[in-house]
């Protein structure tokens, strides 16, 4: 194997887990979950029946014809009450599981310093959260929605290589890290430079200032992911423990998803 890349051993344990410790994640993950499920379910109950479009443009013409002759058409409609106890929803169902049939595999994966149900349930939940605030933005078109998602699916599949190849206790190999970075930066990019553009055109206003809101908070918490990581492979004070980066993972989580849904619900929703 290449210099480059560490060699990997997937069934090592490296991370000291005590019986203890353990059994406090499980009801951290058992109240998060619950703080989740409630916020989820308060979203369907006092949301309204308030909806964005999904939209293709057809050209209605060969290439080279004007937009001016095209013609946008709507796809399907997005609930936005739904929308957002969707991923929070998902959230507390994973954090459910892992606090019981899947607890055993939860613990196996943290003795192995990472954790997979992690970013299996990140890939879909961060997914409909970029997806939703792109919606709010203005980007409507169905193609540059899915491109945005899949860009955000990579960034999260990115962190789940971070951990499987980099043990705890070995020098760590941040390639993956970086990539991750580098797609992690393709949805906020399109989403400022759809503003830039259209606030600059002549007679654009862009978006209610609620979503300027929305925009600069959670690309701050979405970063605070990644810094999370970076201080648990520079094992940065606390950081130094694996489990103090799960931790953060988990408070993290509920924060960042909170503070759309309950952005969203106080400018959109009431």
Known sequence: MSALVPSIDFDRETVEVSDARLAKLRSFNLIMGFFHLVSGALMIVLGNDFALEVSTFALNGPP?????????????????????????????????????????????????GRNRFRWVEYSISSTLMIVLIALVTGITDLAALVALAFANISMILFGWI???????????????????CIAGIGPWAALALYLVVNVNQEGGEG??????????????????????QWLQYRKVGKWADYLRGESTYIVLSLVAKSVLAWQIFANTLI
């Open 64 to 112: 080279g014809t004007p937009l001016a002759d095209g013609t946008v058409n709507s796809v399907f409609d997005v609930p936005l009450a739904w929308a957002t106890a969707s991923f929070l929803l998902l959230s507390a169902g994973f954090h459910f599981i892992i606090a019981t049939v899947g607890f055993a595999g939860y613990g196996r994966e943290l003795r192995r």
């Open 162 to 180: 971070m951990e499987m190849v980099n043990a705890p206790d070995r020098s760590t190999w941040w390639t993956p890290f970086w990539f991750g």
């Open 207 to 228: 978006p209610p200032g609620f979503v300027y809101g929305i925009i600069f908070s959670l690309f701050f918490f979405f970063n605070t992911f990644a810094i999370n």
